[in-house]
Structures are given as structure tokens and as C-alpha cells.
T-cell receptor, first 111, second 118 residues
Framework: GNSVTQMEGPVTLSEEAFLTINCTYT??????LFWYVQYPGEGLQLLLK?????DKGSNKGFEATYRKETTSFHLEKGSVQVSDSAVYFC??????????FGSGTQLTVLP | NAGVTQTPKFRILKIGQSMTLQCTQD?????MYWYRQDPGMGLKLIYY???????DKGEVPNGYNVSRSTTEDFPLRLELAAPSQTSVYFC?????????????????FGEGSRLTVL
């Protein structure tokens, strides 16, 4: 079935550090891939997405590239800020437009 | 923009009680979903609906029921609450209009309902 494996956290970084959160998915077709972010006490918000191989999604300094050959969609940011502290979820699209989510990675950025 | 609205935001139930989590969306989306989020476990799909009058089970449907009488509303019913149902519940919606070929399946989420069963 569809599944998403996400790098386990928590991750703690200093401000301006480089961030990578790994995500791999099961290769059933060529699903759309997403990164969602959840700030404390809030629902999930779409951060970025990619719909086909080699697509790069980007938003707010975050990037992720759809790698078909490695079935990966790793999230990166060159310089994190304290305000990036949140839980990040990788997800893939399945049937009926539902999403299958990874287990989430808690990111804490220290000043 | 209201988007997806869930009520209540917090609720404490006793074992065996029943309750309904309400969810409504004003984006005319055909697809709606209920997920539960447990610590460190990501989100698990409970039920989903592809349109008014149509519902289907997700990954963890036991102990829950849903209905979809209108496009806007998708309530989740817990009949006999159990401690294992202590969780944060999220409702979400997605566009599924005919000819909506540009849509990539993005989900729009409500703010969540935190349920504790004691």
C-alpha cells in the first residue's frame, strides 16, 4: 500500500543552520508529494508540493525535489529561523485524493 | 475566509459517552476527511467522503461513524467513547470538481478538536 517514511525527530538546530528532513515514499505510480507544517496549537498548513518527477517545490525558503529514482522528497532550508520551529509532515497523494502522512518531525530552532 | 471549521476545540468525555465532532467547509469542496493525530504517530485516516451521500472507511474507522448529507458538513460520531479514542481530530477538505485537472490534491485542514476520554 501507500506509505511515507519520514526522518524521526526531534531535530534541534541553531538559528541560521542548514536543515534537512528526509522523506521517502512507496513507489506506486507517480503521486503528488507534499510537505505540511503544523505550528503549536494549529492545524496543518501546506508548505510546498511537487506533482511530477524532478519538480522542485519551494516556499518561504524551504525546498524539496521530487526524486523518482530514489523515491525521495527531502525538505531543505539553507538558514533556519526561530519562527520555523514546528512539526513538519511529508505526505503523498493516494486514491480518492486522500493523503498518507509520515509520522512528523519536530523541529526546534534555538536563537 | 472561514475555510474548514471544526467544533468543539476541546472536549472531555467519560468512557461510554457519545458525542459528535462537527466539521463544515465553505469552499464547495467535494472531498472531505477525518484524521486523528496521536503523539509521534502522524495522522491516520478515519473516514472520508467524495461527495454528499457517499462515505467510506479509512485506515482506522472502528468506533466511529460519519454522514454526509450536504456538501458543506461532515460530522464524526463517537458512539461509545473509549480511552483509546483520546486524540486530536482533524477535519480536512479537498477540491474534486469535474474538470479540476489542475488540482494536485492539496488538503485544507481545520484547527483540530482535542478529545480526552477518561
Amino acid at each position: 500500500g501507500n506509505s511515507v517514511t519520514q526522518m524521526e525527530g526531534p531535530v534541534t538546530l541553531s538559528e541560521e543552520a542548514f536543515l534537512t528532513i528526509n522523506c521517502t515514499y512507496t513507489a506506486t505510480g507517480y503521486p503528488s508529494l507534499f510537505w505540511y507544517v503544523q505550528y503549536p496549537g494549529e492545524g496543518l498548513q501546506l508548505l510546498l508540493k511537487a506533482t511530477k518527477a524532478d519538480d522542485k517545490g519551494s516556499n518561504k525558503g524551504f525546498e524539496a525535489t521530487y526524486r523518482k529514482e530514489t523515491t525521495s522528497f527531502h525538505l531543505e532550508k539553507g538558514s533556519v529561523q526561530v519562527s520555523d520551529s514546528a512539526v513538519y509532515f511529508c505526505a503523498r497523494r493516494g486514491s480518492a485524493r486522500q493523503l498518507t502522512f509520515g509520522s512528523g518531525t519536530q523541529l526546534t530552532v534555538l536563537p | 475566509n472561514a475555510g474548514v471549521t471544526q467544533t468543539p476545540k476541546f472536549r472531555i468525555l467519560k468512557i461510554g459517552q457519545s458525542m459528535t465532532l462537527q466539521c463544515t467547509q465553505d469552499m464547495n469542496h467535494n472531498y472531505m476527511y477525518w484524521y486523528r493525530q496521536d503523539p509521534g504517530m502522524g495522522l491516520k485516516l478515519i473516514y472520508y467522503s467524495v461527495g454528499a451521500g457517499i462515505t467510506d472507511k479509512g485506515e482506522v474507522p472502528n468506533g466511529y461513524n460519519v454522514s454526509r448529507s450536504t456538501t458543506e458538513d461532515f460530522p464524526l460520531r463517537l458512539e461509545l467513547a473509549a480511552p483509546s479514542q483520546t486524540s486530536v481530530y482533524f477535519c480536512a477538505s479537498s477540491s474534486g470538481l469535474a474538470g479540476d485537472t489542475w488540482n494536485t490534491g492539496e488538503l485544507f485542514f481545520g484547527e483540530g478538536s482535542r478529545l480526552t476520554v477518561l
